[in-house]
């Protein structure tokens, strides 16, 4: 995931060379660095894995936030010590973060972990 630091924000975007979403990255990520597939939209992602508490996560794990008025519609992907790694918008693209950041910890909703 920290290799794609600076990438491009593209909506719907989840190849290297166009640009990445959120949940665009996260697939990129997972496929590209462990061969999983994990698919759809942030929303999809949170309902297809299994929440943790705080003091479970670990890097890796991802991290689902409100933004747009409904759960879980932006995810990130946990990198342990309180930040994360997401695509964040068009000006910014791929960044780091944290979470106890006051936009990021009044929208935060929770962690969760596709490993079993």
Same mark, same amino acid.
């Given at each position: 995931?920290? @290799?794609? $630091?600076? &990438?491009?924000? /593209?909506?719907?975007?989840? #190849?290297?060379? +166009?640009?990445?979403?959120?949940?665009?990255?996260?697939?990129?990520?997972? #496929?590209?660095?462990? %061969?999983?597939? *994990?698919?759809?939209? !942030?929303? +999809?992602? @949170?309902?297809?894995? &299994? !929440?943790?508490?705080?003091?479970?996560?670990?890097?890796?794990? $991802? *991290?689902?936030?409100? /933004? $747009?008025?409904?759960?879980?519609?932006?995810? %990130?992907?946990?990198?342990?010590? %309180?930040?994360?790694?997401?695509? @964040?918008?068009?000006? /910014?693209? *791929?960044? *780091?973060? &944290?979470?106890?950041?006051?936009?990021?910890?009044?929208?935060?909703? %929770?962690?969760?972990?596709?490993?079993?």
């Amino acid at each position: 995931a920290m @290799a794609m $630091l600076d &990438r491009g924000y /593209t909506y719907g975007g989840k #190849k290297l060379h +166009t640009g990445f979403d959120c949940s665009g990255l996260v697939s990129f990520v997972y #496929k590209e660095s462990a %061969g999983m597939s *994990v698919r759809g939209n !942030a929303e +999809t992602m @949170a309902r297809n894995t &299994r !929440a943790v508490s705080a003091s479970q996560a670990r890097p890796g794990d $991802l *991290v689902f936030f409100n /933004t $747009l008025g409904h759960s879980a519609s932006h995810v %990130g992907i946990y990198i342990g010590s %309180g930040k994360f790694i997401h695509a @964040a918008n068009e000006k /910014t693209g *791929v960044r *780091v973060e &944290r979470l106890d950041h006051v936009y990021w910890s009044k929208r935060f909703e %929770g962690y969760r972990t596709i490993f079993s």
